[in-house]
């Protein structure tokens, strides 16, 4: 099996490092939603070594995960956790930080409606979740790239698409957090922070 490699990771975990640093800097346990190829939790964790970083995705994209932390072994780094948030329990445990990039748009609604719910509930008080990916504001997309790239993830599968900021938000604060920060990132990204109140 060939080791999984996106470019948009090496593109943009600089800028996504130079928040999580910051947000994260006096946190000590985080957990990965959807660790994707495993290119993020390796650059992170490297970066970050007070960190210790849990990735998890689902089952199979375990063993392209495990290849990337095979070449990069780190001993803040720990292998992937089974987690599809509908059907999967929860690591029983809390965390007082909590990374996702690039899944919203992907999964369907009522999963993105079953990841924050999880995230209230594994998140201990003052912990931050941290949330990076494309946002609509009040229905609008301001770049052309997000409205090809909107319709091309709709055409793949009718649940994908870029969600709408209000709605992410609305989800956030049933959930017990507080947006802190809504930060601008290349390639009309968006990297959310709220906090657990």
Same mark, same amino acid.
Request: proline share 6%; net charge negative; with cysteine.
């Given at each position: 099996?060939?080791?999984? +490699?996106?470019?948009?990771?090496?593109?943009?975990?600089?800028?996504?490092?130079?928040? #999580?640093?910051?947000?994260?800097?006096?946190?000590?346990?985080?957990?990965?939603?959807?660790? =994707?190829?495993?290119?993020?939790?390796?650059?992170?964790?490297?970066?970050?070594? %007070?960190?210790?970083?849990?990735? !998890? *995705?689902?089952?199979?994209?375990?063993?392209?995960?495990?290849?990337?932390? *095979? $070449?990069?072994? /780190?001993? @803040?780094?720990?292998?992937?956790?089974?987690? @599809?948030v509908l059907t999967d329990p929860w690591p029983?445990? !809390?965390?007082?930080?909590?990374?996702?990039?690039n899944t919203a748009h992907i999964m369907?609604?009522?999963? &993105?409606?079953?990841?924050?719910?999880? &995230? =209230? $509930?594994?998140?201990?008080? !003052?912990? &931050?979740?941290?949330?990076?990916?494309?946002?609509?504001?009040? =229905?609008? /997309?301001?770049?052309?790239?997000?409205?090809?790239?909107?319709?091309?993830?709709?055409?793949? +599968?009718?649940?994908?698409?870029?969600? $709408?900021? %209000?709605?992410?938000?609305?989800?956030? /604060? $049933?959930?017990? #957090?507080?947006?802190?920060?809504?930060?601008?990132?290349?390639?009309?990204?968006?990297?959310?922070?709220?906090?657990?109140?």
């Amino acid at each position: 099996m060939d080791k999984p +490699f996106s470019q948009a990771c090496i593109n943009n975990r600089g800028p996504i490092a130079d928040i #999580l640093e910051r947000v994260f800097a006096n946190k000590r346990d985080i957990l990965e939603i959807g660790s =994707g190829t495993g290119q993020h939790a390796v650059w992170f964790a490297s970066k970050m070594s %007070h960190l210790c970083w849990q990735t !998890s *995705d689902q089952l199979q994209n375990h063993a392209g995960i495990c290849q990337w932390l *095979d $070449e990069y072994p /780190l001993p @803040n780094l720990l292998a992937p956790i089974s987690l @599809n948030v509908l059907t999967d329990p929860w690591p029983n445990r !809390s965390y007082d930080g909590i990374y996702s990039a690039n899944t919203a748009h992907i999964m369907p609604w009522k999963a &993105v409606v079953a990841m924050f719910a999880g &995230v =209230g $509930e594994r998140l201990l008080s !003052s912990g &931050v979740f941290c949330l990076y990916g494309p946002m609509k504001y009040r =229905g609008e /997309l301001d770049a052309q790239s997000n409205v090809q790239f909107d319709r091309m993830l709709q055409q793949q +599968f009718p649940h994908q698409g870029i969600r $709408e900021f %209000h709605d992410i938000n609305r989800l956030a /604060l $049933e959930a017990g #957090l507080v947006l802190l920060e809504d930060v601008a990132m290349p390639a009309n990204n968006r990297f959310l922070v709220w906090q657990k109140v």
